[in-house]
């Protein structure tokens, strides 16, 4: 079965939109990892997007754009992704991001109803895995 992966780790935080129903983290250049059927290598991409969160409960304040994001669990209820976001990804119920970010000790726990990865534009193509 052919998918994609976005893999969070050292992804860097451009900008974050805030209100109260809704909070995104935008980002320029996320790895992207696409595993295709019948394919002996898997191939590197990077794209921009956002993740999105509605009605955004946060544990701690959240940094000043620009960060980095150096680990990150994505919890739905039912599963834990850890260091990886499956794509397409749009998730309801009891969601929890845990962003451990660059320079923090503790990770800021990021709850809502909704989670939605957004890609923009085209991916580029950077290499051949494996």
């Known amino acids: 079965m052919s998918y994609r992966i976005l893999d969070p780790r050292n992804l860097q935080i451009d900008r974050v939109d805030q209100d109260a129903q809704r909070l995104a983290l935008h ?3 996320a790895n992207i990892e696409k595993i295709m059927d019948n394919a002996e290598q898997r191939t590197l991409w990077t794209q921009a997007g956002s993740i999105e969160m509605w009605d955004p409960k946060l544990s701690t304040e959240l940094s000043a754009a620009p960060f980095r994001i150096a680990h990150l669990d994505l919890e739905d209820g039912l599963y834990t ?4 976001i499956r794509i397409p990804s749009d998730v309801s119920g009891e969601i929890v991001l845990s962003l451990w970010l660059e320079g923090r000790d503790e990770p800021l726990r990021l709850q809502g109803s909704r989670m939605c990865l957004s890609l923009d534009g085209n991916p580029r193509y950077v290499r051949h895995l494996d």
């Not at 992704?81 to 990886?84: G, H, K, V």
């Open 81 to 84: 992704q850890r260091d990886m």
């Open 27 to 29: 980002f320029l250049e």
